[in-house]
């Protein structure tokens, strides 16, 4: 027979029960945490994506010959 989690009023815990739930609610924190750290390396990778990808363009854009005069003509708007 296992011993009851909480009082007959299903409100109050008994010992055993606050236990059992001081133990779920730190797994969850951990679960959180490393959703967490999860998150921040994929916040990151993107990041490091992002950059790496705006300078690529870069790179192309310079090497894409421009036409002065349509060059000129779209500045003078």
Not at 3 to 25: M, N, Q, T, V, W
């Amino acid at each position: 027979n296992k011993p009851a989690l909480a009082a007959s009023d299903y409100i109050h815990f008994s010992r055993k029960g606050a236990e059992r739930i001081a133990h779920l609610f730190l797994e969850s924190l951990n679960v959180y945490d490393d959703y967490s750290m999860f998150q921040s390396s994929l916040d990151r990778r993107k990041r490091e994506l992002s950059k790496n990808r705006k300078k690529k363009l870069k790179e192309i854009s310079a090497k894409i010959p421009v036409d002065k005069t349509f060059a000129d003509s779209i500045s003078k708007r």
